[in-house]
């Protein structure tokens, strides 16, 4: 499944552009609708889609930890002055999961 949504408090919309073999088929899966819409859009393989991504954005990478891989790094990086502005909430909300660092933006 390349767009799911789910309905919810916050719809939700997650689409997957792994598969996707250029710019123009992931317009035809209608992400369009799914970033003029108010909800929040998660998008797996982001960086390949880049040119189509709003510049207010938070990008979230996933890692597993070298020593266990039952632990996960959560690394948050801010685009845009919206998101640089709001994210210091996220840290705070984040911080008693996790060893928690701003990092470069």
Known sequence: ???R???GRLPIAHVDVYRLDSLSDVLEIGFEEVIG???????EWADAISPLLPADHLEIELRTEPVDENVRLLI???RGDD????VGMLFDRL???????AGPA
């Not at 911080?95 to 660092?101: G, L, Q, Y």
């Open 37 to 43: 819409r108010r909800h929040v859009a998660f998008i």
């Open 95 to 101: 911080r008693e999961w996790a060893i928690v660092s």
């Open 83 to 86: 998101w640089r502005r709001r």
């Open 76 to 78: 948050l990086r801010p």
């Open 5 to 7: 949504e789910y309905e």
């Open 1 to 3: 499944v390349l767009r």
